[in-house]
């Protein structure tokens, strides 16, 4: 049983109105748990869902930790008690993919990270509580703070982009944009052995975050382009994160990658892109795609964080209530937020 009577949860219900609703505590399925959820982070998904309404019910909030109050009949893995977060299964061993040897995107495992699968929440982990499959609830290592768990899934986003980039050794990196996803994405290059970082971020704060985890080349969009050419004797960039989402970079981000080198996207752009098929096909780019992660993503990013090789406490700026959500979406939409992860207690 749960600790409550009831729970509250956030869910959108047109675009740009979200409303609060109370139903009776839930119970388990048989093969899910119930999470009592202690933070969920904000990302721009769940800004793009609110004014979009074009989400995935249980993605409208998917940066979730807390604590299982509950477990179903047939859960073996897990206990009450445990600390998990939001994350995904391992491959499932049946489906298509599974099946002509593809684990690494196991069908089953892109469906949860999606929220589409036949058992996925009604909503997210803005709530109170959450019940969930108890193969996406993952134990949290007894290292991490609660804060620290609530920042795992962009980490583990990041993780499984800079695995698929698969940096050599002493590359030359830039990453585009110093969000929180641009932040962490520069974090896991250095941890991969990127050899310079170079940051190119509008925002003076965001240059500043950068700053103080250590990147020295930090520079507004601007002087990207002259820094590099300088750093490389104007060969170019080895590997380049394009993390902005913003569909009008993806060629300008293509130029600046070395003939031979790997353009690897991260950002979600809402739009078309236009790109120039023959520079990439005449300069043998490789560009990489990256959504989500994988099972064993979070166990990789989780050990790096609790081995203080990765800092995810510091992008941390807030925490609000549910009832404060909504003026956040605006705050974060505005583009002028102080903000880099703001983090949702539901029991303020």
Same mark, same amino acid.
């Given at each position: ?20 609703? +109370?139903?009776?505590?839930? @119970? ?16 721009? &998904? ?47 061993? +049946? ?20 929220? #589409? &699968? ?62 929180? #996803? ?48 300088? +750093? ?6 080895? @590997? ?51 959504? !989500? ?25 807030? &925490? ?9 979406? !605006? ?12 983090? @949702?207690?539901?029991?303020?």
């Amino acid at each position: 049983m749960t600790g409550t009577s009831e729970r509250r949860y956030v869910h959108v219900v047109a675009p740009g109105t979200a409303e609060t609703s +109370v139903d009776a505590a839930p @119970v388990p399925a048989p093969d899910g748990v119930v999470v009592d959820i202690r933070y969920c982070g904000i990302c721009a &998904t769940d800004t793009h869902g609110y004014s979009s309404a074009a989400l995935p019910p249980a993605v409208f909030g998917h940066e979730w930790t807390g604590t299982i109050s509950a477990v179903g009949e047939n859960v073996t893995t897990l206990r009450v008690g445990q600390r998990v977060v939001a994350g995904v299964g391992p491959a499932c061993g +049946v489906c298509a993919q599974c099946g002509a040897g593809h684990a690494a995107h196991c069908d089953l495992a892109f469906a949860e990270a999606n929220g #589409i &699968t036949d058992d996925a929440p009604a909503h997210g982990g803005f709530a109170t509580t959450l019940t969930v499959s108890a193969r996406r609830a993952i134990p949290v290592l007894d290292a991490l703070s609660d804060e620290e768990a609530a920042l795992m899934e962009p980490a583990t986003v990041t993780f499984h982009a800079v695995k698929r980039a698969a940096i050599t050794l002493g590359s030359t990196v830039v990453v585009q944009g110093a969000g929180p #996803i641009g932040l962490l994405t520069a974090q896991h290059a250095r941890t991969a052995g990127a050899g310079r970082i170079l940051v190119s971020e509008p925002s003076s704060a965001r240059r500043t975050a950068a700053t103080d985890l250590g990147f020295t080349d930090v520079v507004e969009p601007a002087d990207l382009a002259a820094l590099l050419a300088d +750093v490389t004797g104007g060969l170019g960039a080895d @590997v380049l994160f394009e993390c902005t989402g913003v569909a009008a970079l993806m060629q300008p981000s293509a130029e600046l990658v070395r003939r031979g080198g790997t353009l690897a996207l991260l950002g979600y752009p809402g739009t078309d892109s236009s790109v120039s098929y023959g520079d990439w096909q005449s300069r043998e780019l490789t560009v990489i795609g990256s959504l !989500a992660y994988s099972h064993e993503d979070f166990l990789g990013a989780m050990t790096l964080v609790a081995e203080g090789r990765i800092d995810v406490k510091s992008l941390h700026t807030g &925490t609000i209530g549910l009832g404060e959500l909504v003026e956040m979406f !605006a705050e974060l939409d505005s583009g002028t937020s102080r903000h880099a992860k703001v983090l @949702v207690d539901p029991s303020r």
